[in-house]
């Protein structure tokens, strides 16, 4: 992955954050509430890896990125399943506060990853 790649993927993720604890802070709610670290922290980490193997596969064989994509989706969802879920599902109920502390990020790693994907894509 190219320097410039890496710099908006990680400056998209910080913008984003910081956005997201804005508005909790302009709604006078708890910032770090909900396993937020821990949500853009994972998300990102797995995101990064994931784009990081997407490239190293397309330089061998560009055939597997789709379904080896598709795939990756898997393993966001086990993140949330065995790591978020528990903890959200604790209390008996899932409150739309806790599932959107997950889902921002992790649709932002899921946008970012297919927009960098389509990029490199498009310059063959």
Partial sequence: MKFKTALFF???FAVVLLIHLGILSVLE????????????????????????TLFKVFERNTE????????SSLLKF???????YPAYKADG?????EAITFFIPYFTGL???TGILV??????
Avoid: P
């Fill in 10 to 12: 990680v400056s998209a």
């Fill in 64 to 71: 597997h990125v789709g379904m080896l994509f598709m795939g």
């Fill in 29 to 52: 709610t708890h910032l770090w509430d909900n396993k937020l670290l821990l949500s853009y922290g994972s998300n990102f980490c797995l995101a990064a890896i994931i784009l990081w």
């Fill in 119 to 124: 990029r490199k894509l498009n310059k063959i």
């Fill in 93 to 97: 109920n899932i409150q739309k506060s």
């Fill in 78 to 84: 086990m993140l949330f399943f065995l790591v978020f």
């Fill in 111 to 113: 946008f970012l990853e």
